[in-house]
């Protein structure tokens, strides 16, 4: 398969489940709404619910009257979430 030099494989564009995680975890460091996460973190409305009630669910995350917001532990897991990330680079 030839490729432009420009273009990268298919799962090169693909982000994992650690980068959405982090990009919703850095967007909720100030208090943001859904649809904030939706538009910064690049998601459909689905994914992000489905990213959300697992981020909830573990403490990561908390929801203040339709605002989601970083906790303190999911400060803590994405700071190491970046750490892992940069060494997998």
Known sequence: ???????QPKSENK???LDIIIDILEVAKEETSKTAIVYSANLNFQLTEKYLAVLLENGFMENRQDK???TEKGRTILEKAKEINL???
């Open 1 to 7: 398969m030839k490729m432009n030099k420009n273009e």
């Open 68 to 70: 989601y917001v970083t």
């Open 87 to 89: 060494q997998l680079q």
């Open 15 to 17: 982000r994992g489940r």
